[in-house]
């Protein structure tokens, strides 16, 4: 044997090794050398893993591993097939799971610890995929409607469950291991009359016989359902015991149904038994099968007694004619027939048809006789009866009905007397085929008729009726009408019965009476004014229900009173000087007073007059007074409102003015600009005197929009920009005890709006929120984006789903009470002082949100403050602001050579307008007024291809203008300008045939922008 060179067996074991071999100093755990298969786990070279100490390359997936890890590097023989461990690769975040051993090597020097580490990923898949494969057999199992089962039965008898799958706990109501912690679990819960049968049938299979067995159980709920089990049985591969194999089916609906089935099958048999008809059948000779029936009796037969008898014996006859022969020759011919026939003087109702076998052939009759002898005599009596109802029903001052329970009373029977009470014929409401009888029923009567019957049908009781109804000729008729529901056969009312008659004489004979006795009183109590009549000693003796509710009391309380028991002593005796006055005198005495009603005080207006006896006597004093406190708040707010429209129209007049001289200014500066050099120092004067101009134009537009004689400007709009403007402006003139605060969205959504409206909204929350703090406090403005869903819908009434910018205006101030709140954004409503308020503020603010397509919320509470919550819709396309002044020159617009009629009554805007087209290559000839530029379109029309047309001038408006250019040409394209108009006056035009709109003041490359638009815009649009 050759000597074995051990150290380099040594080292070819480590060379060659399967696992990654690690070489390690234990007590400085630096690794010392590793085997190829360490450096092709971690893909690591060696030169790089000898850079790294032992624990850099390991990782515990539980707690405390690495400790134990690093304890193993100082010991021997604890650590052996370690698993839970992780090697780190090269590829940054992959970790391989590793099965570790630490084995100490001694040297003559010193220990030295090698690890030895595993692979076991491919292991681990192994086993994830068994334990998926396990939970899809399980979850197999599971949804398969039966149970499966397995037990052992062993060489001494003795057996024991095995396996359960999950729907044995659907089935029983008892998990898996509930039998399978004893054999004899199963048998605890069979049914106990089942139970022998049960064990009958296991003893077969544990002698080795598969089979099945049917049994009941009893589930944990109690109830009880019906197993099938079926079992195969097999020896083990010793042949040392017996495996059982089951399969248990919950058949308990299937019995259910077989159940139900021999209970249908024996109620059908007892019915044809009992059934007063006659069931029969014969074969192809015409001889008796069967026969049964209660009806056999009647006839003197019993069950079965005819079988084997011709029927022609039965008969008493041969001919084919016959009509019961006839009927079965004709039912074996494969015909079915009904017939009536009388025998042994008992009439009956008969039907044949002819009896088929399973493949369809014919092999003989089968009939049914259905005795209604008794029906027939009924029918007779009934036939009677009614004709004599009819002759009665004739004869009565009135009529009778029948109808179903829906709104048109859809009639089933009427008598005779509709004809005398409607002048209709019973016909024409029979199912409605002339007309439904609640069309002749008064209108302000049908929901009163219908309600009441409802409500008797309700009560389970008759109802009586009284309206009005109206007849062929067109005359209006009382009725009285009493009836009762019907209940059919469901159980339910299906009809009405009942009887209506004319009461007209006698409810006009009482109307008049009424009148007559009632006229005075339903004048008095129906008057909304309050009334009292007071005897010569000045004490109550009549009064109205006003004038009890005036001083809270009852007419019984107030009658023999006199105004001390009613009033305060010093209006008591205001009111009895005037009354002493009104007897002494005789005169009438109007007077307008303040009194207390309901615990308000209210401006009462009262009229007294004496009443007189039949000489002429002043007897007492009647006295009526009615409440006209809104009447005088209404004068005043008509007379405050008449004074803002006035001024109104004055700033509307003042502002078209102005448009037209800032048309003018900014026009012609920025045609000065467009000639200067952006270089020069004039160009910047010119553009600060154009900005000027263009803020003086949104001071004018303001005005317009208190005038409401302009449309919004609208463009993207930031309110945080709006907010801060209006901050800096505040923090100059507002109250210094007063605090600002802003909280506003950085990336806060635009919207769509008017900027100078939104700054209008803003300026006036933020005034009255100063009113509101006269010793100072704390104002907040703050916005956000909000989305509101249709939950948010609960707590914003006047809201819409939808993306939005919330801007809120919140204060510490003395705050409003509910009935401030309720009118808080009325026109004209205001808490403040005279001459320190029109009332305008909030409305303004309320229309302008409202204009945005926006709501406003307030919360308020006196002591606690006010904060008002706007919410305007998102912009959802950015388009650039067309109130925005570029700080450059804009782009040239695009002329022409198209010949265009200028029409304005302002010489300098019609010089204007005529250099900034002709500048374009237009040819502009201009119109000073209506009258003039019609003249100019008649003559020149054909080489005239746009007119531009001030809406407002005198003479002749805009809009007539427009009118009889259309009548010389329909097909005139007309551009309108104007700094005051209304959006409803622009749609007007618009709709009328204009083709576009220049709002004043306007600037040059805005209206040759308008210009060019209008002149390339497609006719057939």
Same mark, same amino acid.
């Given at each position: ?33 590793? /085997? ?507 009064? /109205? ?114 448009? /037209? ?361």
């Amino acid at each position: 044997m050759a000597e074995i060179n051990w150290q380099e067996l040594a080292y070819t074991l480590f060379e060659e090794a399967g696992d990654a071999l690690i070489l390690f100093d234990p007590e400085t755990e630096e690794i010392l050398d590793v /085997n190829p298969m360490a450096q092709s786990l971690s893909g690591f070279s060696r030169r790089e893993l000898l850079k790294f100490k032992v624990t850099y390359l390991f990782r515990s997936e539980s707690p405390g591993g690495m400790q134990r890890l690093r304890q193993a590097f100082r010991r021997t023989g604890l650590f052996h097939s370690q698993e839970g461990f992780l090697l780190r690769h090269e590829k940054g975040g992959v970790w391989i799971p590793v099965n570790l051993t630490i084995t100490r090597l001694h040297t003559e020097t010193s220990a030295l610890g090698l690890i030895t580490a595993r692979d076991i990923r491919e292991r681990r898949e192994t086993l994830e995929r068994i334990r998926k494969m396990e939970a899809e057999l399980r979850r197999v199992t599971s949804s398969v409607s039966d149970c499966l089962w397995s037990a052992e039965v062993d060489s001494a008898g003795h057996w024991s469950y095995c396996y359960f799958s999950p729907v044995v706990e659907r089935m029983t109501g008892r998990p898996p291991e509930f039998f399978l912690s004893s054999p004899s679990r199963w048998l605890d819960i069979v049914h106990p009359e089942d139970r022998l049968l049960w064990q009958e049938a296991f003893e077969r299979f544990r002698s080795g016989q598969s089979g099945a067995v049917e049994y009941r159980i009893c589930c944990q709920d109690g109830a009880e359902r019906w197993l099938h089990d079926s079992v195969m049985v097999t020896s083990s591969d010793n042949g040392a015991s017996l495996l059982l194999d089951g399969i248990i089916s919950d058949i308990t609906e299937r019995k259910l149904a077989d159940e139900a089935l021999r209970q249908s099958e024996s109620r059908l048999r007892l019915l044809i038994e009992q059934t007063p008809a006659i069931l029969w059948t014969t074969d192809t000779e015409l001889r008796i099968t069967s026969s049964v029936g209660a009806g056999l009796a009647k006839i003197g037969y019993r069950p079965n007694e005819t079988v084997g008898m011709p029927l022609y014996e039965i008969m008493q006859t041969n001919d084919p004619e016959h009509a019961a022969i006839n009927a079965h020759l004709r039912a074996l011919r494969g015909e079915s027939v009904s017939y009536e026939y009388c025998f042994r003087d008992r009439d009956f109702q008969v039907h044949i048809e002819p009896l088929r076998d399973t493949h369809d052939c014919i092999i003989g009759s089968v009939g049914v006789a259905l005795d209604f002898t008794e029906r027939k005599a009924a029918e007779l009596a009934l036939r009677e009866s009614q004709r004599t109802l009819a002759t009665l029903m004739s004869n009565l001052p009135g009529l009778a009905y029948r109808c179903r329970i829906d709104k048109n009373w859809t009639m089933e029977f009427v008598s005779e007397g509709t004809i005398d009470l409607t002048g209709y014929q019973p016909d024409d409401f029979i199912g409605n085929r002339t007309l439904a009888f609640a069309d002749l029923i008064h209108e302000d009567d049908r929901d009163m008729v219908w309600n009441e019957v409802q409500a008797a049908l309700a009560e389970n009781r008759p109802f009586r009726l009284l309206y009005r109804l109206k007849t062929a000729t067109g005359e209006w008729k009382w009725v009285w009408e009493q009836g009762r529901g019907i209940v059919g056969a469901s159980g339910q009312y299906e009809y009405l019965e009942g009887f209506i008659t004319d009461i007209s004489d006698r409810k006009r004979f009482e109307e008049a009476l009424q009148r007559s006795e009632a006229k005075y009183r339903t004048l008095v109590e129906n008057l909304t004014q309050a009334i009292f009549l007071k005897d010569r000693d000045l004490r109550l003796i009549a009064v /109205n229900k006003p004038f009890c509710e005036s001083v809270g009391k009852t007419a019984e309380e107030i009658i023999g009173k006199t105004d001390f028991d009613l009033f305060p002593p010093t209006l008591a005796e205001k009111h009895q000087r005037d009354d002493r006055r009104v007897l002494a005198e005789g005169i009438r005495l109007e007077i307008e007073e303040q009194r207390t009603i309901a615990g308000k005080t209210r401006t009462v207006q009262v009229v007294k007059s004496p009443v007189q006896d039949a000489d002429g006597n002043n007897i007492g004093v009647l006295g009526i007074f009615w409440d006209v406190t809104e009447q005088r708040l209404l004068e005043n707010q008509l007379r405050q409102a008449q004074k803002m429209d006035a001024i109104g129209k004055l700033a509307g007049g003042i502002a078209h003015d102005f448009n /037209n001289l800032l048309t003018a200014i900014i026009g012609n500066l920025e045609l000065l600009r467009s000639e200067t050099s952006g270089e020069s120092p004039a160009f910047e004067l010119l553009t600060n005197a154009i900005k000027a101009s263009i803020r003086a134009s949104d001071l004018t537009r303001q005005l317009l929009s208190f005038a409401r004689q302009t449309p919004l400007l609208t463009g993207p709009v930031n309110i945080n920009e709006s907010i801060e403007e209006t901050v800096k402006l505040l923090r100059r003139t507002i109250d210094p005890r007063i605090s600002i605060e802003t909280d506003l969205e950085p990336h806060l959504w635009q919207i769509r709006g008017d900027a100078a409206q939104i700054g209008q909204v803003l300026m006036n929350l933020c005034l009255n929120a100063r009113d509101a703090m006269p010793e100072g406090g704390r104002l907040v403005l703050a916005t956000t984006n909000i989305e509101i869903t249709p939950r948010d819908l609960r707590s914003h009434m006047e809201g819409r789903c939808g993306q939005f910018v919330r801007l809120t205006v919140s204060d510490n101030g003395i705050g409003m009470p509910p009935e401030v709140r309720e009118h808080l954004f009325e026109p004209f409503f205001t808490t403040k002082e005279t001459g320190k308020g029109t009332g305008l503020g909030l409305a303004v603010v309320f229309g302008i949100v409202s204009q945005h397509k926006g709501w406003i919320e307030c919360q308020s509470e006196p002591g606690k403050g006010t904060r008002f919550d706007i919410f305007l819709p998102k912009l959802l396309s950015q388009s650039q602001d067309r109130s925005h002044l570029p700080s450059h020159v804009p782009e040239d617009v695009e002329g022409g050579h198209e010949r265009i009629l200028l029409v304005d009554d302002h010489e300098l805007i019609r010089k204007l307008g005529q250099q900034i087209l002709s500048r374009k290559g237009y040819d502009v000839i201009t119109a000073d007024d209506g009258p003039e530029a019609v003249e100019i379109y008649k003559q020149q029309h054909e080489n005239i291809d746009l007119v531009i047309v001030d809406m407002t001038m005198p003479s002749l408006s805009g809009q007539e203008v427009l009118a009889q250019l259309k009548q010389i040409d329909p097909k005139v394209r007309v551009l309108f300008s104007s700094g005051f108009s209304t959006d409803e006056a622009i749609k007007a035009v618009q709709k009328e045939g204009a083709i576009g709109f220049v709002p004043k003041p306007y600037r040059p490359d805005g209206l040759a922008r308008a210009v060019r638009h209008a002149l390339d815009r497609d006719d057939t649009n």
